[in-house]
């Protein structure tokens, strides 16, 4: 049986959990493989003829590579598939959203990078939470 599941456990699962991060939900939840994403950075880990696949991201790569990411599974098992894409196109589609422009220039930065700025997100979330504290006294 398959899992398809955004995210099992709190927080992100990388690559390098130990194995018992992957292993106890799947038994727990009676299956094979889980497929999940969450930290947009593709991985599989195998467990003799069990196995855990994060399927990566289209759109918000965190990987250094700003091609979608998927998963193909084939009788060889999953395998981690790079899929060139308009990033361009995706980028010019947040100016249409209702975002202040120093977001949709960070977020078309990691589209186009496949890479996330904490730094620069955290700057922002900053600004924008002193923001909105000093709008709700007015």
């Known amino acids: 049986d398959s899992w398809f599941v955004h995210s099992f456990a709190a927080g992100y699962v990388s690559a ?10 799947l038994q727990r939840e009676g299956a094979d493989c889980v497929f999940f994403g969450h930290s947009h950075i593709p ?25 979608a990411s998927c998963i193909l599974l084939s009788e060889r098992g999953p395998e981690i598939r790079r899929i060139a ?8 589609a947040l100016d249409g959203l209702p975002l ?4 949709r220039t960070l977020w078309g930065d990691f589209c186009r990078q496949g890479v996330v700025d ?7 979330e900053d600004r924008y939470a002193i923001e909105a504290a000093v709008e709700s006294t007015n």
């Open 16 to 25: 390098e959990a130990p194995d018992s991060v992957f292993l106890g939900p």
């Open 118 to 124: 904490g730094s620069r997100v955290k700057r922002l």
């Open 43 to 67: 991985f599989v880990r195998r467990f003799g003829a069990r196995f855990a696949a994060n399927v990566g991201s289209v759109g918000q790569p965190r990987d250094g590579d700003p091609c």
């Open 100 to 103: 202040p422009a120093e977001w």
């Open 85 to 92: 894409y308009d990033v361009e196109a995706a980028v010019r």
